[in-house]
């Protein structure tokens, strides 16, 4: 870029092209060989020259911080601050000491590793999503499941008064409620996020996808298993209620707007009120599917 002139315009113009030098020499010092991280790190670079306005945002969020981990931290911090209670300040350090010393339950993944499979997923999965950078800063779906997994993470550390608060900032702010004893797999996409349900005894499985107004919820007021399970690779449509302790088969799709009540096996889609099978018409046991929902329990 030029930088000719005389006088004061000048003068800013030198002290611009030497900021953007500056910022451009930043990108990937603490990237290391985390590509995610370093993505989001240079994406935010561009943008940062651009968009003088987001400057500000982009620095405190991305660009001065040294991992994903801390990044996620500074914003949900901020996010789930309340004015005249709990400042960002306060809730940073919890954040960050669970996504960089957390581990999710079963596999025991770091937390870290999970919101990288999380940020993946958005990216290959939502047409509307630009790049890495813009689902970390601007995708609800994305930060509330990631104040789950601490909450969850809370939760599993015997700091439940804790899990519940922050539960119920993400409610506040993300309008989404998502109970802290639910385990969520990793590569977990909520679309739009709003109004989803998901209930204490959830359980779902690795790369699931959920749309707005999901309801994983209970048919029971009795202690005990009453949420849905769902297996890998499960698609919920938008609007769509799955009530009880059910299981929902891998690679399954519950259409929207859909009150399933049954469990279903793999590979199958489902819709309707109440649902029932519409694709494939495969046998199993020697029986249709359809036939083997029909004579499942509720």
């Not at 993944?109 to 601007?138: F, K, T, W």
């Not at 399933?260 to 096996?265: F, G, R, T």
Request: net charge positive; with cysteine.
């Amino acid at each position: 870029r030029s930088t000719v002139g005389s006088g004061a315009g000048a003068s800013d113009k030198m002290v611009q092209v030497e900021s953007e030098r500056q910022m451009d020499s930043r990108v990937g010092v603490h990237a290391g060989d985390d590509v995610v991280w370093q993505t989001v790190r240079k994406e935010a670079a561009e943008i940062y020259k651009r968009e003088e306005f987001l400057r500000p945002l982009l620095h405190a969020t991305i660009l001065s911080q040294r991992t994903l981990e801390a990044s996620i931290a500074y914003h949900l911090s901020h996010k789930m601050a309340k004015p005249g209670c709990m400042s960002a300040m306060q809730w940073r350090p919890l954040l960050i000491d669970a996504l960089e010393e957390g581990l999710a339950p079963g596999n025991q993944q770091p937390l870290g590793q999970m919101s990288r499979e999380d940020i993946i997923a958005v990216v290959e999965r939502d047409p509307a999503c630009q790049n890495y950078s813009h689902a970390l800063l601007y995708f609800k779906g994305f930060l509330g499941i990631q104040a789950q997994r601490i909450m969850h993470w809370f939760w599993r550390q015997g700091r439940p008064q804790l899990a519940y608060l922050l539960q119920s900032r993400v409610s506040e702010v993300f309008g989404m409620d998502l109970h802290p004893a639910a385990v969520l797999g990793k590569g977990l996409m909520i679309d739009h996020a709003s109004g989803v349900v998901i209930g204490e005894t959830a359980r779902v499985g690795i790369n699931c996808t959920l749309l707005h107004g999901a309801t994983l919820g209970a048919t029971s007021t009795k202690p005990g298993d009453r949420h849905p399970v769902l297996g890998d690779n499960v698609l919920v449509g938008a609007g769509a209620t799955l009530l009880g302790r059910i299981t929902v088969g891998d690679n399954c799709k519950v259409a929207s707007g859909a009150v399933l009540l049954k469990s279903v096996p793999a590979g199958c889609t489902v819709g309707g009120c109440p649902a029932k099978i519409l694709a494939p018409k495969h046998m199993i046991d020697g029986q249709p599917a359809s036939a083997v929902v029909a004579k499942s329990k509720l």
